[in-house]
């Protein structure tokens, strides 16, 4: 069965970072690209990166441009979100989504079929 496991949520003060990690089990991962979602609390979930089957492109929200950083290392499995000068407004659960169909782009529009259980971030100020 396939799963994705995120990690690395927490609470931290604004201006500081975490690093979130998503584990992937029971399919080939390296043909799927994958991204990051986020929910806050009375809020709809919204996109905040992608990231290729590859690696080598990715797409950022507006709002994360130039703090947040998606990689992936698929000899692990795992896909990253590096979250650096966090502000209280990027509080939220974070999710990990998998693309249903192979050989993907990075972009807000794929079909995102399989989701994590998702990781609680919390900044305070």
């Known amino acids: 069965q396939v799963q994705l496991v995120e990690s690395g949520g927490g609470l931290v003060q604004a201006g500081g970072s975490l690093r979130l990690s998503c584990a992937a089990s029971g399919r080939t991962f390296g043909m799927y690209a994958m991204g990051w979602f986020r929910q806050a609390p009375g809020k709809e979930r919204e996109f905040v990166a992608a990231i290729s089957w590859s690696g080598g492109s990715t797409y950022y929200a507006d709002p994360v441009k130039g703090r947040f950083t998606i990689s992936r290392d698929n000899a692990k499995n795992t896909v990253y979100l590096q979250m650096n000068s966090l502000k209280p407004e990027d509080t939220a659960v974070y999710y990990c989504?998998?693309?249903?169909?192979?050989?993907?782009?990075?972009?807000?529009?794929?079909?995102?079929?399989?989701w994590g259980q998702g990781t609680q971030v919390t900044v305070s100020s």
């Open positions: 989504a998998a693309d249903k169909g192979p050989w993907g782009i990075a972009t807000p529009r794929a079909d995102f079929g399989l």
